[in-house]
């Protein structure tokens, strides 16, 4: 049995933001590359070959940053750092579906419909709040971008 295991930190969300392609859009070409081999590639793989007996899981973490805003509970700041990290996860989960069954279709091959009817692939998603901060106290906005990351958790197995 070969196994492989990516951990893959994507940071770099601005203030409020969630959306998964529009950070991707702005990193480096080396970073998007990156992401493509380690986290596209080896699922597009595992759906395109299926007599190699590969299977890929994707597991998408969402982060958020503390939330500071005066005058909030501690459990609305709570509320709203899962809620943002909730839809860092899904975004992303979003995008890495959208990049594989864009692959499996420019390499000639139906993609599944759905992701349950995938047969060799799989995307999960857990949202972790601002539980698992790079930075607990930032000190600035550079800082705080660390924090607002999700993390692509990639095993590959035959």
Known sequence: ????????????????????????????????????????????????????????????????????TPGLTSEQRRAQELGASLDRAKSAANWVWEQITLGLTNA???????LPLAQNFDIAIAPCGAADLIHTVPAGEAER??????????SSFT
């Open 145 to 154: 971008a660390e924090n607002r990351r999700v993390q692509f958790l990639v």
């Open 108 to 114: 000639g091959v139906i993609p599944p419909a759905t």
């Open 1 to 68: 049995m070969t196994k492989s295991l990516d951990d893959l930190p994507v940071a770099g969300f601005v203030a409020q933001e969630v959306d998964f392609s529009a950070l991707f859009d702005r990193l480096s070409v080396n970073a998007r590359t990156t992401i493509n081999d380690a986290v596209i590639t080896p699922a597009v793989d595992a759906e395109r070959f299926p007599s190699s007996g590969q299977f890929c899981s994707v597991t998408v973490l969402g982060h958020s940053d503390r939330v500071d």
